[in-house]
């Protein structure tokens, strides 16, 4: 089946630790993106990426940081730079003529 | 101007009514436009793409759209319970670099 994957689905982050997201898509899609929602909030954009070996800053890219060496793979790391991280993190992504555009299952952070 | 401007809600309609969500844009070069749903706690679902002027039917969900006046509708007939959501209408890039969101409407359909 074709998809976009998240894992994990939960995270658990201790205050000044790194933690890396991972978003996998098997739907040849050029396009993909980082998105994260707080507790009834509309979604705020991190990072997103064209094509590979290259990304821009979203609104709010302060704190993290992402890589896309692969067509199918965007990780997304949190930085102790991230004074608050918990939230709930989307990945999504789209062929480059934007027919249509999917949304991982999301990963729900949690610093402890 | 947002680029995209939806009204937050809450949108309350009782069972069985028509619910009528809007949403406008600032890019005139948009050419296609996309509605999600997203229930609480889950990650948005693609319900409804349009590309062209007009209306363009799929089962309860009727998209509209009118690039002149730069607006997108989604319109819900015979409202359920399970209904009840947040519906984000989004332009993927045209003149823009980037798949852009509204901050999504949320409707409550009342028993």
């Known amino acids: 089946d074709g998809g976009i994957t998240q894992s994990p689905k939960y995270l658990f982050r201790k205050e000044g630790q790194n933690v890396t997201l991972s978003c996998e898509q098997n739907?040849?899609?050029?396009?993909m993106y980082w998105y994260r929602q707080d507790p009834g909030q509309g979604l705020r954009l991190i990072y997103y990426s064209q094509i590979v070996n290259d990304f821009q800053k979203g609104d709010i890219a302060e704190g993290y940081s992402v890589s896309r060496e692969k067509k199918e793979s965007f990780p997304l790391t949190v930085t102790s730079a991230q004074k608050n991280p918990t939230a709930f993190y989307l990945c999504?992504?789209?062929?480059?003529?934007?027919?249509?555009?999917?949304f991982g299952q999301g990963t729900r952070l949690t610093v402890v | 101007q947002k680029e995209v401007e939806q009204n937050s809600g809450p949108l309350s309609v009782p069972e069985g009514a028509i619910a009528s969500l809007n949403c406008t844009y600032s890019d005139r070069g948009s050419q296609s436009f996309f509605w999600y749903r997203q229930y609480s706690g889950k990650s948005p679902e693609l319900i409804m793409s349009i590309y062209s002027n007009g209306d363009k039917e799929d089962g309860r969900f009727t998209a509209q759209l009118n690039k002149a006046s730069q607006y997108v509708s989604l319109l819900i007939r015979d409202s359920q319970p399970s209904d009840s959501a947040t519906y984000l209408c989004a332009v993927p890039p045209g003149t823009a670099s980037k798949l852009t969101f509204g901050t999504g409407t949320r409707l409550q359909v009342t028993l």
């Open positions: 999504a992504s789209h062929t480059g003529t934007a027919i249509e555009a999917f």
């Open positions: 739907l040849n899609h050029d396009a």
